[in-house]
């Protein structure tokens, strides 16, 4: 078992961090532009937590996790992982960090080869990085994986198309637990799957995370999938970090006009309380991140924007310890 974590260190330090993708103009002229996927936003994560990132699709989050693990460059900004900058580290040097940090994706299917059995799958990245050389070692050691996942010896003869969606993502979970990481970063890893399931996939990695003293940069497109996991919420919009908070603030006590918005499309389970309850509901569709709205990017579908909401940009402000938003009238 590895060594407890200093709880108050931060694994992850995201300062700044901006993605922005040049596209060319179109066969019919269209002048082309900026995308500003991400636009400046800054995170914490530390040792042994949770955190969910949260929006809805095209927000910039995905693109976060990609830049996290280096599988997109920076346009600015830094990222500091286990106290060191990788923002410019070049292949060589990323393959080391990039063992400690890995990836769990929505669908699992399209990222296992399905000419390989899920034995070969796991036993391939323990060859290839040398974490185990030995041949009947590592075929322990998927066994062991195996097992972690809540799997059975014999799902190691298996191929991917002989498990059903959740088998799959805790092969998913198995491959990334056997580089050893610090930090998995987990894409939408139930959005595809059935609810009981989701709640069956979100324990094992709870279960996980306390005994292996993991760290997760959990990214979701709604609030309820994160509530149960995470201790700390961001969400963002268009590029943006809208707010930031503990899970039980952001919940209770949601500042900004998006998180109560997404927090009203929530479900709740009693249904005296789902009839009693106000929905908001946002109008329009998110804007394009190629031509964002002046000021603040979510006044065009803000059912409480004022007048200078258009023209002024609010920053991202602490206004209760540990709880940021970013409105004008928070
Ligand atoms: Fe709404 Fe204005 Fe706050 Fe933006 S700054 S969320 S438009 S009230």
Redesign the pocket.
């Known amino acids: 078992m590895p060594p407890e974590p200093d709880v108050k260190q931060p694994l992850l330090e995201v300062k700044g961090l901006v993605k922005h993708f040049h596209v060319g103009g179109g066969i019919l002229g269209s002048p082309g532009g900026t995308v500003r996927a991400i636009d400046g936003i800054d995170f914490t994560i530390r040792r042994g937590e949770t955190l969910g990132l949260v929006g809805e699709s095209g927000c910039g989050k995905t693109t976060t996790g990609r830049c996290i693990l280096r599988l997109e460059q920076p346009t600015g900004g830094r990222i500091v992982f286990e106290g060191r900058d990788i923002t410019a580290l070049g292949e060589v040097e990323l393959r080391s960090v990039r063992r400690r940090m890995q990836v769990i994706f929505q669908d699992p299917y399209s990222s296992l080869n399905p000419r390989m059995s899920i034995g070969e799958i796991l036993a391939e990245p323990l060859q290839v990085h040398g974490i185990v050389k030995d041949k009947a070692k590592r075929a322990d050691r998927v066994r062991e994986l195996l097992e972690q996942v809540g799997l059975l010896p014999r799902h190691a003869e298996r191929y991917p198309h002989q498990l059903s969606g959740g088998q799959r993502q805790r092969v998913g979970i198995a491959r990334a637990l056997a580089m050893e990481p610090s930090l998995i970063i987990c894409d939408e890893p139930v959005s595809a799957l059935d609810v009981s399931i989701q709640a069956q996939i979100i324990n094992l990695l709870e279960d996980l995370q306390a005994r292996y003293h993991l760290t997760y940069l959990f990214i979701a497109h709604d609030l309820s999938v994160v509530r149960h996991i995470s201790d700390r919420v961001a969400v963002m919009y268009l590029g943006k970090m ?1 707010e930031l908070a503990d899970r039980q603030a952001l919940y209770e006590n949601p500042l ?3 998180t109560r918005a997404l927090l009203s499309a929530v479900p709740i389970p009693d249904p005296r309380m789902e009839a009693r309850r106000e929905r908001m509901v946002l109008r329009g569709e998110v804007p394009s991140p190629l031509n964002p709205p002046t ?2 990017v ?2 065009p579908r ?1 059912p ?3 007048g200078r ?1 258009s023209a002024e940009i ?1 920053p991202l402000r602490e206004i209760k310890p540990g709880h940021w938003a ?5």
């Open positions: 809208v900004h006009p998006y000021g603040c979510f006044h803000c409480v924007a004022v909401c609010p970013a409105c004008h009238l928070a």
